[in-house]
Nanobody, 115 residues
Framework: QVQLVESGGGLVQAGGSLRLACAASGMIFRFNAMGWYRQAPGKQRELVAAITNGGRINYVDSVKGRFTISRDNAKSTVYLQMNSLKPEDTAVYYC?????????WGQGTQVTVSS
């Protein structure tokens, strides 16, 4: 079965950086568009960055210029480089295909940005 395992979260001060990684197994990774999603307390989960199997990239406006999504098909891994972090970026971050598949959600990784 498909398994997506996120890592790299943590506690960082505002203005700092983190790099998230999501390792995929059980799928032909290179065929899938992937996305990074986040869910803050009391809010709906949102797609923040997406990359197609051909490398086309899109970001939600709130992270443009600060976050960079990338993928390594040889490692079946998708990354999210997050710079200039803000307290409002605090959330649990998940990866999934884009569009997402219900059964693919993993545990996510917590990102907490202190002011």
């Amino acid at each position: 079965q498909v398994q997506l395992v996120e890592s790299g979260g943590g506690l960082v001060q505002a203005g700092g950086s983190l790099r998230l990684a999501c390792a995929a197994s059980g799928m032909i990774f290179r065929f899938n568009a992937m996305g990074w999603y986040r869910q803050a307390p009391g809010k709906q989960r949102e797609l923040v960055a997406a990359i197609t199997n051909g490398g086309r990239i899109n970001y939600v406006d709130s992270v443009k210029g600060r976050f960079t999504i990338s993928r390594d098909n040889a490692k079946s891994t998708v990354y999210l480089q997050m710079n200039s972090l803000k307290p409002e970026d605090t959330a649990v971050y998940y990866c999934n295909t884009n569009p997402s598949v219900l059964d693919y959600w993993g545990q996510g990784t917590q990102v907490t940005v202190s002011s």
